[in-house]
């Protein structure tokens, strides 16, 4: 990547006043029933992607998602596949999106008229409605732009490498005004005590040490931490040494408030991400895969998500770019065609934290302005919205005033 | 580091291949795949490493006795449940986490 990355790029300005990076139409399937045909609509138009909720039964997570999704910064028009009969509120869902100021259209297959006269329908809004954009005109810069972190496929070298790159990258972020969210306290297991040393205030402090808990209780409960066989094959022996390394991610900074799936970030700063609901385990794990917390991490409002990985993953998603940071020098060399960037140069002794950080900066930057990611390029647009409950965070977690 | 030993300093160019983390911690991070014999840190001693290590597994800087706490980076990342030589491969077969335990996939060990 080159080091001439400008310090300010070309945005998208929403009518709700919100800036993106990306002009993305998206065609939401509310129910399995719709999803092939939301599919077809999206096939072959550019930068329309496929998102959406497969259960028949309503969802107040999902429906918090998909309406933090749909007026998601990086989202420009949205066209709604319903087959009908589901428990989708979808004329609630629309008249948020409408009232963002997006395009939206609501298409029922059982009323437009079956599969065929739906994917025609939709693929004429959408096409008229793209030619109607405005195009790239807000001057933004790092202060504007909201980055979330994952790491997935960890290994024993992203704790020294990847990890710490990014939080390099979150304390230069967060200090430039912008704002930096990492995620799943079912892997800070262990670093809760440091992180609520690092809390702005004594109730941000609690709370924080009360959501870890509350992760190892569900996670013991579920009988199996956030480990999989691939993060002990990579070195990594337990959940707390996996969690040292992915609590590096968040940096050296203050941490300024928790938010919670389908919660906005309330303004800059450095967030955690709550992802263990409540209470007993009711639907399962907090999220079934990387996916799953990457759409939690967008629906926050992240512009990208900053994707660390040892072993080795390919993943993208709909809605944001992700940036691949691997950790490991090996997998760096087999897999490089879905990496942007080479972290694991700092074990072999090629590259400091500090230059491997820089770097990333200027990929971050590029990838602001319209370039493409790795994973963009290659087609990857996963996305993952299952059942699960999740409450918004109260006045202890979110800072007052900044 | 007691499995460390002064190095000769012959005046050849050395190589780290254990990386020291933090001083005082219980382990060394393999910054390649290690065959046994001599290996230099990055904080500048010896470990003689009695097996294969792959990259990014860990070896016991020191004698680690079984139910001792095993410190990386500072911090403590479980308890060991046999006794560790210095210079051992430092896994799943000889550390436990004190939280949940963790899951291997059969013949996934590498």
């Not at chain 1, 807000?138 to 790491?151: E, H, K, N, P, R």
């Not at chain 1, 590096?248 to 991400?273: A, D, E, N």
């Not at chain 2, 991070?29 to 500048?44: F, Y």
Request: with cysteine.
């Amino acid at each position: 990547m080159n080091s001439t990355a400008p310090s300010s790029f070309l945005g998208y300005r929403r009518r709700d006043g919100r800036v993106g990076i990306r002009d993305v139409a998206i065609a939401v399937y509310l129910v399995e029933c719709a999803r092939v045909v939301a599919e077809a609509i999206a096939t072959g138009l550019e930068e329309v992607h496929v998102i959406g909720f497969s259960g028949c039964y309503p969802s107040t997570y999902a429906h918090g998602m998909l309406e933090q999704l749909c007026t998601h910064p990086n989202v420009g028009a949205v066209a709604l596949v319903s087959l009908g009969c589901e428990g989708f509120d979808r004329e609630q869902l629309a008249e948020v999106i409408a009232a963002s100021g997006r395009p939206v259209t609501t298409l029922v297959i059982q009323q437009v008229g079956g599969t065929r006269a739906t994917i025609a329908r939709g693929r004429a809004w959408l096409q008229q409605t793209k030619a109607e954009a405005v195009g790239r005109q807000a001057q933004l810069g790092l202060s504007d732009l909201v980055v979330g972190t994952i790491c997935g496929g960890s290994d024993g070298t992203s704790g020294i490498t990847a990890n710490p790159v990014v939080g390099r990258v979150f304390d230069r972020l967060v200090a430039a005004g912008g704002t930096a969210i990492f995620e799943e306290t079912g892997e800070l297991i262990g670093c809760e005590h440091h992180m609520a040393s690092r809390a702005v205030t004594t109730g941000l402090a609690h709370e924080i040490e009360a959501r870890v808990a509350k992760a190892a209780r569900y996670y013991e409960a579920m009988g199996h931490g956030s480990f999989s066989p691939g993060n002990a094959e990579g070195g990594l022996t337990t959940l707390e040494e996996k969690a040292l390394g992915a609590y590096s991610k968040s940096g050296t900074g203050p941490i300024h408030g928790v938010v919670t799936p389908g919660q906005r970030v309330p303004g800059p700063g450095l967030y955690l991400l709550d992802v263990v609901p409540e209470g007993a385990p009711r639907w399962g794990f907090p999220n079934i895969n990387d996916n799953a917390e990457i759409a939690e991490l967008i629906a926050c409002g992240a512009h990208l998500v900053l994707f660390t990985t040892g072993r080795g993953s390919v993943v993208g998603s709909a809605i944001s770019p992700v940036v691949k940071v691997c950790a490991n020098p090996d997998t760096y060399r087999r897999m490089s065609e879905d990496m942007d960037v080479d972290a694991g140069r700092i074990l072999e002794g090629a590259a400091s934290l500090d230059l491997v950080a820089d770097e990333l900066i200027d990929v971050i930057r590029a990838t602001a302005a319209g370039g493409p990611t790795a994973s963009e390029g290659l087609g990857h647009r996963e996305f993952v919205l299952t059942y699960k409950s999740s409450e918004p965070t109260g006045p202890s977690c979110l800072p007052t005033a900044r | 580091m007691s499995a460390a030993a002064a190095d000769p300093g012959r005046g050849e160019r050395i190589t780290p291949t254990l990386l020291a983390l933090a001083a005082g911690d219980d382990v060394l991070i393999a910054t390649r795949n290690l065959d046994p014999g001599r290996h230099h840190t990055s904080a500048g001693a010896v470990v003689v490493v009695l097996e294969p290590v792959a990259l990014g597994h860990k070896v016991a800087s020191r004698p680690i006795a079984a139910g001792e706490h095993v410190v990386r980076y500072g911090m403590p990342i479980g308890s060991a449940t046999t006794a560790i030589a210095a210079g051992a491969w430092v896994h799943t077969h000889n550390l436990a986490s004190d939280y949940i335990a963790t899951i291997a996939r059969r013949g996934g060990q590498r």
